[in-house]
C-alpha cells in the first residue's frame, strides 16, 4: 500500500475528504501508525480505524449504538444535504451521540 503519511511524518491523510490527522506514535508499519481518531478523539491506530462515506471512526466510537456508523446511516436518511456537507462530523462523537439519545427518546 502507498504511504499516506505527509513527508515531515506529522501527519497522516485517513481520508482525501478529511483533512490529515496528526502522528501520535510514529511507526514503520502505517498500520501500527498511533493516531487520535477525528471523530472521538482517542488514540487508535491507522489499522484499526473504520469509515464510512469519507467519514472515519475507530473502535471505541463507530460501532456502537449511536456511534459513527448508525448517525451516517441516520442522516443520510433524514437530512440529505447535511450528509453531503458533513457539518454533522465535526461536531464529534459525543455531540452526535447525545443527539442520539434524544431522537431515540421522541
Ligand atoms: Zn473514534
Not at 483533512?19 to 511507526?27: F, K, L
Not at 463507530?62 to 461536531?91: C, P
Request: with cysteine; net charge neutral.
Amino acid at each position: 500500500m502507498r504511504s499516506l503519511v505527509s513527508p515531515d511524518r506529522k501527519y497522516y491523510y485517513l481520508s482525501i475528504t478529511q483533512p490529515p490527522v496528526e502522528i501520535v506514535h510514529d511507526d514503520p508499519d502505517d498500520m501500527q501508525i498511533v493516531i487520535r481518531c477525528p471523530y472521538c478523539g482517542k488514540k487508535t491506530t491507522v489499522g484499526d480505524t473504520v469509515m464510512i462515506s469519507g467519514f472515519i471512526g475507530c473502535p471505541h466510537c463507530y460501532w456502537e449504538a449511536g456511534g459513527l456508523l448508525n448517525t451516517v446511516m441516520w442522516i443520510r436518511e433524514h437530512d440529505y444535504e447535511e450528509y453531503k456537507k458533513g457539518d454533522f462530523y465535526k461536531a464529534g462523537f459525543k455531540e452526535n451521540l447525545k443527539l442520539w439519545e434524544e431522537r431515540k427518546n421522541k
